[in-house]
């Protein structure tokens, strides 16, 4: 049995639209899927950035050492030691103190300052100093080379 021209272009059309169907219904399908992984990577995404917003990280790592102002309070320590009256000393701010280190190694360092105290008489006077010491990085400690005074 054969059939007509008309019935095969029916039957033809028919298929075209099941084909056309078909193909809209899995388009239709992706999207619905593309749309579940979009919403579960804003979900995870939103996720991950509250809880950045409500536990930042933390930096743990120290902020850089001055060792020009550890050198200067080392010098006082050093200098203090010399004093008649301790007790009576005003060292000079840190941002009068100068400082210097040897650039090979920096850890020789030079400071020069001033000091008030009382000598051994009552007398309050000022006495400018240059202290060289040692930083020994390992043990984190200072080492005194010398002490200079200058009434």
């Known amino acids: 049995m054969?059939?007509?021209?008309?019935?095969?272009d029916r039957i033809y059309a028919e298929e075209k639209t099941r084909e056309a169907?078909?193909?809209?219904l899995?388009?239709?399908e992706n999207r619905r899927k593309n749309k579940k992984i979009l919403y579960w990577f804003l979900g995870i995404f939103a996720f991950f950035m509250m809880m950045i917003i409500i536990n930042p990280p933390k930096n743990?790592?120290?902020?850089p050492r001055n060792m020009g102002n550890e050198a200067c309070l080392a010098a006082r320590d050093f200098v203090e030691r010399t004093l008649k009256a301790p007790s009576t000393a005003e060292f000079a701010p840190l941002s009068e103190s100068n400082y210097a280190t040897n650039y090979k190694d920096k850890t020789v360092y030079t400071v020069n300052s001033y000091v008030d105290a009382q000598n051994?008489?009552?007398a309050k006077i000022r006495t400018?100093?240059?202290?060289?010491?040692?930083y020994e990085p390992t043990t984190d400690t200072w080492s005194l080379l010398s002490l200079k005074t200058d009434p």
């Open 60 to 63: 743990d790592t120290p902020a």
């Open 26 to 28: 899995k388009r239709a």
């Open 128 to 134: 400018r100093f240059t202290v060289t010491m040692k």
């Open 2 to 8: 054969e059939l007509s021209k008309e019935d095969r």
């Open 21 to 24: 169907a078909r193909k809209e």
């Open 120 to 122: 051994s008489f009552g």
